[in-house]
């Protein structure tokens, strides 16, 4: 099993920026790719970011591209989302979501999340 942690939210002005931490813990070697979601009340489940373990290779929902990057640091098995110019849109609890074939999300995985909110 693997266990996840996500810190870092907040409430932030628009144009603001915030830096969302996911940290892992337990079988990390099984983890391929680790992602980030997002949703809002009464909205749906969105994709925001991921990246391979190895940390080669990401991917962004076109939302948030050019806006978010997303890294990890290896020794301390966290992943990290780096967002900026943020929007009210982007309001939303965030968590992490570990995909150990690099093909299916295990989302009964997931963390906790973490509440970012931003103001208009």
């Known amino acids: 099993q693997v266990q996840l942690v996500e810190s870092g939210g907040g409430l932030v002005q628009a144009g603001g920026s915030l830096r969302l931490s996911c940290t892992a813990s337990?079988?990390?070697?099984?983890?391929?790719?680790m992602g980030w979601f997002r949703q809002a009340p009464g909205k749906e489940r969105q994709f925001v970011a991921a990246?391979?373990?190895?940390?080669?290779?990401?991917i962004f929902a076109d939302s948030v591209k050019g806006r978010f990057t997303i890294s990890r640091d290896n020794p301390k098995n966290t992943v990290y989302l780096q967002m900026n110019s943020l929007n009210p849109e982007d309001t939303a609890n965030y968590y992490c979501?570990?995909?150990?074939?690099?093909?299916?999300?295990?989302?009964?995985?997931r963390g906790q999340g973490t509440q970012v909110t931003v103001s208009s």
């Open positions: 337990g079988r990390t070697f099984s983890i391929y790719r």
């Open positions: 979501v570990p995909s150990l074939d690099g093909r299916v999300w295990s989302f009964g995985s």
């Open positions: 990246i391979t373990w190895s940390g080669y290779s990401t």
